[in-house]
């Protein structure tokens, strides 16, 4: 009953409310004809109730063609307390980016409709720029439902200002620096990480791998390029302590790749320590704020290559490109390289097939 002592104009809201609700949640709603619980769904729907129906039920996913909820505090509701029916006031949440911000690149909850375009937008260029992620925007219900008395000016997202910036490349001293330690290499490998999860990545990676005529191996559980390959040698024990030049592409924690944890986890903090020449190809130093802890102590790396991996790859291979046009000894180098690794691999196989038979 309400309050005797409310003003006449609290107790006209609340039978308002009664009498005329914006939506109904039917608690113990059914799917079975042969219950209450439907019969009052099915009874709102026939006499016509035009706002927002919420059958509960914790082992429904549809009544009567709506969408079951589980309990109150799963149906939804605006945030504006003028705008929530009684059901709304049990589960409405404040700031709902709090609950994804360790997981996202930006997050915004917009108020006006005028701000969820901007919003859109912004989020679209935000997710795509390297490195790129996940953004969050959440619109309120009372938004949402919220009639237009006015047209709506819509982006033209063609326009560059709404694109997300080219991606960032390298210096032209830094890939100088990089192809020297490349083609010097007696032994270079190349790994390939979380730029796998593109197709078009193995184009590039396969091209850099057979102008080097280097070994190649995948990072974790990535996969850049053809297990078949004569060059890939991803499973052998041996190939990353042969290497003396590593160029690590996109790999999410190089430390790791290079097997640096354990026993060699000091090796890297004494200058003068005997260890491989390391380019660490990515845009991890760039990384948004992450929930977890990828990684642990600094990476052993000799270049911070830092680029968008794909547009680093091309212009590694287009100055090795050029390289080898003045220099026919390095292809020739590349070659007799390319046939010894093709014999590693071979045995590799051989010795895999022997275990799995």
């Not at 914006?22 to 109730?49: C, M, W």
Request: charged share 20%; with cysteine; aromatic share 6%.
């Amino acid at each position: 009953m309400p309050n005797p002592k409310s003003a006449p104009s609290d107790i006209a809201a609340l039978i308002e409310a009664i009498f005329h609700p914006r939506s109904i949640a039917v608690v113990g709603a059914s799917a079975n004809p042969n219950t209450p619980g439907y019969d009052y769904v099915s009874s709102l729907q026939k006499f016509g109730f035009s706002g927002d129906l919420y059958p509960v039920n914790p082992r429904a996913e549809e009544i009567l063609g709506l969408p079951a909820f589980p309990s109150l505090r799963d149906v939804p509701g605006p945030a504006d307390y003028a705008m929530r029916g009684p059901v709304d006031y049990l589960h409405s949440a404040n700031t709902q980016g709090e609950l994804v911000r360790p997981f996202v690149k930006w997050d915004d909850e917009a108020s006006t409709v005028d701000g969820v375009l901007d919003s859109i937008v912004r989020g679209y260029k935000i997710a795509n720029t390297g490195p790129k992620g996940p953004v969050y925007i959440a619109f309120d219900l009372g938004l949402q439902e919220q009639e237009l008395t006015s047209p709506i000016t819509v982006h033209d997202i063609d326009q560059g200002c709404f694109q997300a910036p080219p991606p960032p490349a390298a210096s032209a001293e830094v890939v100088d620096q990089v192809v020297d330690m490349l083609i010097s290499a007696r032994y270079p490998l190349i790994v390939g990480g979380r730029v796998g999860y593109l197709p078009a990545a193995t184009g590039p990676i396969r091209e850099l791998v057979e102008l080097l005529g280097a070994a190649y191996r995948d990072d974790r559980t990535f996969v850049c390029m053809q297990t078949s390959h004569p060059q890939n040698l991803t499973g052998s024990p041996e190939v990353l302590t042969k290497a003396d030049v590593v160029l690590a592409v996109d790999c999410a924690d190089v430390r790791s790749t290079l097997g640096g944890y354990g026993a060699r986890r000091h090796v890297f903090k004494t200058k003068g320590a005997k260890r491989q020449r390391v380019i660490d190809l990515s845009q991890n130093e760039s990384a948004s704020r992450t929930w977890n802890r990828v990684g642990g102590a600094i990476a052993d790396t000799e270049v911070q290559m830092l680029a968008d991996p794909m547009t680093g790859l091309g212009q590694i291979i287009d100055e090795l490109k050029k390289r080898r046009l003045g220099d026919k000894a390095l292809a020739a180098r590349a070659g007799r390289r390319a046939q010894a690794i093709a014999r590693e691999k071979a045995a590799l196989v051989k010795t895999q097939r022997q275990l799995l038979a």
